[in-house]
């Protein structure tokens, strides 16, 4: 399993990135989570064609886009996203 949150760097992005490694720790995955930023997060959202960021990808695909505060929504985007396998 693969997780990332791609963003330019500010203070909205690692705030997710943050939030995200919690959940995930919560959730007990065995996994780490990317923070990919700067040129590569914003030239990495232009290639997937997301329209805002930061944008938070579980292998591969567009979990959520945008930023929430809520680590359970973080959760069930990163549930609902595995089920798409």
Not at 16 to 41: C, D, P, Q
Not at 54 to 76: H, Q, R, S, W
């Amino acid at each position: 399993m693969k997780i990332q949150v791609l963003g330019s760097g500010c203070a909205t992005c690692k705030n997710l990135y943050e939030i995200t490694k919690k959940a995930v720790n919560e959730m007990k995955l065995e996994t780490e989570v990317e923070y990919v930023t700067g040129n590569e997060g914003t030239q990495k959202i232009i290639e997937l064609g997301a329209m805002s960021s930061p944008v938070l990808i579980v292998n591969g695909y567009i979990a959520m886009t945008g930023f929430t505060p809520d680590g359970e929504a973080i959760k069930e985007k990163i549930k609902k996203t595995l089920e798409i396998k």
